[in-house]
């Protein structure tokens, strides 16, 4: 007596085949290109501003070598600790900052590769706003010398000034959107994406190292004389850059 083969398998295969041919038709539209937008106009808008720099930075440093490297951090300690001594009496926050940046003592080889004796240097950062009294300084620190002077713009001066730029920006990129509608037959727009961004695009007051820097500054600063100090210009620029759907 022969069996009959049961149909299940044969009519889940067929079923299968169906759902994942559904499965296709309806995932096909995701996979497709949509069609270009119309009525979209991509544009950008750029504001600039020229601000006085309104912060200093002084550099300071010392050298010292000798035959063992106690004795070079020990001179290099009372080298800094007298400067330190003498910036700390004016300083103040936000005005004429102080602090250490850098200190290293390293060996000095001979012909023979053996350690002949050792070199040391530190360094001594002063800043803030108030470029007068900072200039000032530079005269009275004796155990120092001048590497590095340079000026900028402040935190919170370039935060005002970014904003009021970014602000300014965007007003241009708003009235330009609104000209350039009317431009192509349309009566007004809506924003699609929009992007803001600054930065400082001046060239800062550059800063100069002892090895360059002009001998009668450095030997100004030695004699006693106060540095004299003339901060530059710095220019900020905030660009809008988007598209918009005219209407």
């Given at each position: 007596?022969?069996?009959?083969?049961?149909?299940?398998?044969?009519?889940?295969?067929?079923?299968?085949?169906?759902?994942?041919?559904?499965l296709?038709?309806?995932?096909?539209?995701?996979?497709?290109?949509a069609?270009?937008?119309?009525?979209?106009l991509?544009?950008?808008?750029?504001?600039?501003?020229?601000?006085?720099?309104?912060?200093?930075?002084?550099?300071?440093?010392?050298?010292?070598?000798?035959?063992?490297?106690?004795?070079?951090?020990?001179?290099?300690?009372?080298?800094?600790?007298?400067?330190?001594?003498?910036?700390?009496?004016?300083?103040?926050?936000?005005?004429?900052?102080?602090?250490?940046?850098?200190?290293?003592?390293?060996?000095?080889?001979?012909?023979?590769?053996?350690?002949?004796?050792?070199?040391?240097?530190?360094?001594?950062?002063?800043?803030?706003?108030?470029?007068?009294?900072?200039?000032?300084?530079?005269?009275?620190?004796?155990?120092?010398?001048?590497?590095?002077?340079?000026?900028?713009?402040?935190?919170?001066?370039?935060?005002?000034?970014?904003?009021?730029?970014?602000?300014?920006?965007?007003?241009?990129?708003?009235?330009?959107?609104?000209?350039?509608?009317?431009?192509?037959?349309?009566?007004?727009?809506?924003?699609?994406?929009?992007?803001?961004?600054?930065?400082?695009?001046?060239?800062?007051?550059?800063?100069?190292r002892?090895?360059?820097?002009?001998?009668?500054?450095?030997?100004?600063?030695?004699?006693?004389?106060?540095?004299?100090?003339?901060?530059?210009?710095?220019?900020?620029?905030?660009?809008?850059?988007?598209s918009?759907?005219?209407?």
């Open positions: 007596m022969k069996h009959m083969q049961h149909p299940v398998s044969s009519r889940f295969s067929t079923s299968a085949a169906v759902l994942a041919a559904s296709c038709v309806a995932a096909a539209p995701a996979f497709a290109d069609p270009p937008p119309s009525g979209v991509t544009l950008s808008a750029t504001a600039t501003t020229e601000v006085p720099q309104d912060w200093m930075r002084l550099s300071f440093a010392v050298q010292r070598e000798g035959a063992d490297a106690v004795g070079v951090q020990s001179q290099l300690k009372q080298a800094v600790d007298a400067a330190l001594a003498e910036a700390r009496k004016g300083a103040k926050p936000g005005q004429v900052e102080v602090q250490t940046t850098g200190f290293s003592i390293y060996p000095r080889y001979n012909s023979k590769g053996a350690i002949s004796g050792w070199q040391g240097r530190s360094e001594l950062l002063v800043e803030g706003r108030d470029m007068a009294a900072i200039g000032a300084l530079s005269g009275r620190i004796g155990t120092m010398t001048i590497s590095q002077v340079g000026y900028s713009l402040s935190r919170e001066a370039r935060e005002t000034v970014e904003a009021a730029v970014s602000a300014e920006a965007i007003t241009r990129f708003k009235a330009r959107a609104s000209e350039q509608a009317k431009l192509f037959g349309y009566g007004s727009y809506t924003l699609r994406e929009v992007s803001t961004s600054s930065d400082g695009g001046g060239v800062p007051q550059p800063m100069y002892a090895a360059a820097a002009p001998k009668a500054m450095l030997s100004s600063a030695a004699d006693g004389e106060s540095l004299a100090v003339q901060a530059g210009k710095e220019s900020v620029t905030a660009t809008v850059t988007g918009v759907q005219l209407k």
